[in-house]
């Protein structure tokens, strides 16, 4: 029933930035915690940044600092804004929805 899309994925240069956006169908979306993934070639996925509820953050120690994690309730949607990209950060990108739901991905590649 729940379904979650991501966007804004795309190829730029070390040093640029991006924001991925997560639009979630389905009610109450302010109730649940909301995260993002990556999965890198060759690499298991791997925890990126989350946004409770309350509103309350967390970062993998690798994106601190460069990544930020928000949410719209009115938009239904969650994002991530990535600055000072790093080629080490080229992976596909997954919206998680409360645990259990997840997005199809988007990919990002950061390359010259």
């Known amino acids: 029933q729940v379904q979650l899309v991501e966007s804004g994925g795309g190829s730029v240069q070390p040093g640029g930035s991006l924001k991925l956006s997560c639009v979630a169908s389905?009610?109450?979306?302010?109730?649940?915690?909301m995260a993002w993934y990556r999965q890198a070639p060759g690499k298991e996925r791997e925890f990126v940044a989350d946004i409770s509820s309350a509103g309350r953050t967390n970062y993998a120690d690798s994106v601190k600092g460069r990544f930020t994690i928000s949410r719209d309730n009115i938009k239904n949607t969650a994002y991530l804004q990535m600055n000072s990209l790093k080629p080490e950060d080229t992976a596909v990108y997954y919206c998680n929805r409360n645990w259990n739901t997840w997005g199809q991905g988007t990919q990002v590649t950061v390359s010259s």
């Open positions: 389905g009610s109450a979306f302010s109730a649940y915690r």
